[in-house]
């Protein structure tokens, strides 16, 4: 029951953290109101922050398996995927903060702030479950060496 709560809450908070940051990035471009002017297909920025979405996606998993292998405590414990996880979620992090730091417009003028924004908090998670997993698996390897 605890273990459920606490991803609940961590999901709510990631998708929290997730408005607020899109939202102080509309405010402060100046652009909080509807847009006139959309920009469909794939812009440079745009892919940019699609590729920040994926690292950091892919530290999110990556460092939820290390961290179901640490908890095992049998074998590797996952102590190289923690640290993929863990460089993963560092540079969807500051992909995704410096998509945030250079948009010019909100969402629809393909400047890629909802995706920046995205590859922001699931690089923190992504840090957050490698680091976890990495603490867990030198707990693990200290007990049983």
């Known amino acids: ?9 961590a999901g709510f908070v990631a998708a929290a953290l997730f408005a607020v ?3 102080a990035v509309l405010v ?10 959309r920009v469909h297909g794939m812009t440079l920025r745009r892919l940019w922050a699609t590729m920040a979405v994926g690292l950091g996606l892919a530290g999110v998993i ?3 398996m290390a961290l179901v292998r640490a908890a095992r405590r049998i074998g590797n414990h996952g102590r190289n995927s923690a640290i993929v996880a863990l460089v993963t979620g560092i540079i969807a992090l500051v992909n995704g903060g410096l998509n945030l730091a250079v948009a010019t417009g909100g969402p629809g003028t393909g400047n890629g702030v909802v995706g920046g924004a995205a590859g922001f908090v699931l690089g923190l998670i992504g840090i957050a479950l490698g680091g ?3 603490s ?4 693990a390897v200290l007990k049983s060496g």
């Open 1 to 9: 029951m605890k273990r459920t709560f606490a991803i609940f809450l």
């Open 21 to 23: 940051l899109v939202h």
């Open 28 to 37: 402060a471009a100046h652009v909080s109101g509807p847009l006139t002017n």
């Open 62 to 64: 990556i460092g939820s």
């Open 132 to 134: 976890l997993a990495l």
């Open 136 to 139: 867990r698996s030198r707990h």
